[in-house]
């Protein structure tokens, strides 16, 4: 299973929705000029997402999108398949001999467990190795 651009990006958007949650909503051109990239193709993937309810657009001078629900409630595979569609690595698993098949079922079934389980929410908070202060000691 490859993820195209659109379900990259589409996860570029939520994330940074995210990260500003209940802070008011952030434009896309922000989106675009924070990760360098085309505002209208942006504007093209917030589309699905607004319409399968995951983002709301508010209007006006300080306008752009919100998260429609908490982002411990969204997950990474809600947003893959709202933009790049069903989960499969390959197509036409009933074609192919048992043994494949149960392979690509076990593969898919991997993948799907990976996005369902991981929220946009951890998906905000993820830091870097070595970014953490965990072993900060403050006297």
């Known amino acids: 299973m490859k993820v195209s ?3 990259r990006y589409g996860l570029t958007i939520m ?3 995210a990260k500003n949650y209940g802070e008011g909503p952030i434009s896309l051109k922000s989106i675009a000029t924070t990760h360098n990239l085309s505002e209208h193709y942006l ?3 917030i589309a699905p997402l607004r319409n399968s309810g995951f983002v709301k657009s508010v209007r006006g001078a300080y306008g752009g999108y919100i998260l429609a629900d908490e982002p411990s ?3 990474a595979g809600d947003i ?3 933009l790049e569609g069903p989960i499969s690595p390959v197509e036409g698993l009933e074609n192919e001999a048992p043994p494949q ?3 690509w079922i076990r593969i898919r079934d991997a993948v799907r467990n990976v996005l369902d389980h991981t929220t946009i929410e951890d998906l ?3 830091t870097e190795e070595g970014e953490s202060d965990a072993y900060m000691f403050y006297i």
């Open 5 to 7: 651009t659109k379900g």
């Open 15 to 17: 994330i940074e929705l």
């Open 43 to 45: 504007e093209q993937l």
């Open 73 to 75: 409630k969204i997950t």
């Open 80 to 82: 893959i398949r709202t």
């Open 101 to 103: 098949r149960e392979l």
């Open 124 to 126: 905000a908070n993820h």
